[in-house]
């Protein structure tokens, strides 16, 4: 456990020397960043740790936590579906996109499957409007112009890859 914190507290070191000396809770994101790699999710003693070492307060973490749709708060799957439900997408069948994957995955928004594959998520402005409706998986691939069809192949391959 020494060794994971030692290499954790060097990996906020680095990111903090990014910054002036004076402004180094400007790696708060960053921190947020490794410990979600880590663990895959923020949890109260990350957020105190992160807290400390930036001399900032647990609130000031905090509140970057919840604010970004990136930080997970608690446990997710191997692939966490966000939605976009903005009203762009929501004018072109977001929350139907969205209503469709609870049923195809059996869950509901903020819930993971049963199995650990899948976490579904609701969220705000992806940034690709014109493209919606939209998803973004596990915080990195953009899928766009999701129909029934295309959801049911992502989900499939999703499945068939098993998180590899």
């Given at each position: 456990m020494a060794n994971n914190l030692d290499s954790r507290i060097a990996r906020f070191a680095r990111e903090?020397?990014?910054?002036?000396?004076?402004?180094?809770?400007s790696a708060v994101m960053a921190c947020l960043a490794i410990v979600q790699q880590e663990q895959g999710y923020i949890d109260d003693a990350a957020t105190r740790q992160i807290a400390d070492y930036l001399a900032i307060s647990v609130m000031a973490?905090?509140?970057?936590?919840?604010?970004?749709n990136m930080y997970n708060q608690s446990p997710v799957?191997?692939?966490?579906?966000?939605v976009c439900t903005n009203l762009p997408?929501?004018?072109?069948?977001?929350?139907?996109?969205?209503?469709?994957?609870?049923?195809?995955l059996?869950?509901?928004v903020g819930e993971t499957t049963k199995d650990g594959m899948f976490t579904l998520q609701q969220s705000e402005c992806l940034g690709a409007c014109a493209d919606s409706p939209v998803m973004?998986?596990?915080d990195r691939s953009m899928c766009?112009?999701?129909?029934?069809?295309?959801?049911?192949?992502?989900?499939?391959?999703?499945?068939?890859?098993?998180g590899k």
């Open positions: 903090v020397a990014k910054y002036p000396a004076e402004r180094k809770q973490v905090h509140e970057v936590t919840t604010f970004y799957g191997k692939f966490k579906l966000n997408c929501q004018l072109r069948e977001g929350v139907d996109t969205l209503k469709y994957l609870e049923k195809v059996g869950v509901s973004l998986v596990n766009s112009f999701m129909t029934k069809d295309r959801i049911d192949s992502l989900i499939a391959g999703l499945r068939e890859t098993g």
